[in-house]
C-alpha cells in the first residue's frame, strides 16, 4: 500500500475526500443519529487519523521523480508563510469559534466574534492552507505536488463545506457570523464589515506562533528527513 505513485494518491484522495464524505450532512446525520454524536466524532477522529498515517507513510515511500526546479530563493518565502502559517493555527486553535469542532453549539452565545476570527473565520485552515503552499513553492517532485496540493484543496474546500454545514445547523444565527467575519483573510476588514481586534489576539498567541516556527525549523529533519539549515 506503498512505494508507488498510485498508493500517494489512493492515500491522499481517502484522507482529502473522506473528510468531506463523513462531514457531509446525510453521512453525520446517519451515522450520528444511530450511534450518537459523541461516538460519531470518536469514529470520525480515528478514521482520518488512520488516513493521515497511510498518507505520511506512502509519501515516504513514493519515488522521486522532479516536475520542476523550484529557484533556490523561494525557500526564504516559504519561510515566511510557514511563520504566518503557524500564527493561524496557534490562534485558531485556540480561540473558541463557531466553524471549530463543536462550533454549532454557539448558536445561542451573545458574545460577538473576536481575536483571529476579525481577521478569517477559519484561521486553522487559512493556516495549513499558507503551509501546503509554501511547500508547494520549494517542492517541484510529483510526490510532493500530490500530497501537497491535496492538502490545499482539503482547506479550501473545507472552509466552504464548513460554511455549508454551519449555515444548516446554526440557522438564522448563522447571518451574524458570515456577515461580521470573512473566509478570505482581511476581507471583512477591508469591507467595513469587520474591524481588526489586536487585543482579543494577545501577543501570548504570538509568542506562541514563534515557538510553533521554531519547535518546526530545528525539528524538520526528524520530522520530515530534510534539514533547512
Known sequence: MTGTFEALLAATGCFVFGHFVLSSLPVRRGIG????????????????????????????????????????????????????????????????????????????????????????????????????????????DLASIILFGGMLLLCLGGMAHIDYRRRDAMGAAWGPVALSTSAFPFLAILQGRAKLDLKGIGLVRVAGALAAFAALAYGHTWIAGVPLF
Not at 469542532?101 to 473576536?114: F, I, Q, R, T
Open 33 to 140: 443519529g444511530i450511534v450518537g454524536d459523541g461516538p460519531f466524532r470518536g469514529l470520525y477522529s480515528l478514521v482520518m487519523a488512520a488516513g493521515l498515517t497511510w498518507t505520511g507513510f506512502a509519501y515516504g515511500a513514493a519515488p522521486f521523480e522532479p516536475i520542476w526546479d523550484p529557484p533556490p530563493e523561494l525557500r526564504h518565502l516559504t519561510y515566511l508563510l510557514v511563520l504566518i502559517a503557524c500564527f493561524f493555527v496557534v490562534a485558531g486553535v485556540t480561540t473558541k469559534s463557531p466553524t471549530a469542532v463543536g462550533g454549532e453549539k454557539m448558536v445561542n452565545d451573545p458574545a460577538p466574534l473576536s481575536g483571529i476570527l476579525t481577521i478569517t473565520r477559519h484561521p486553522f485552515l487559512v493556516g495549513v492552507s499558507l503551509w501546503a503552499f509554501g511547500h508547494l513553492l520549494v517542492n517541484g
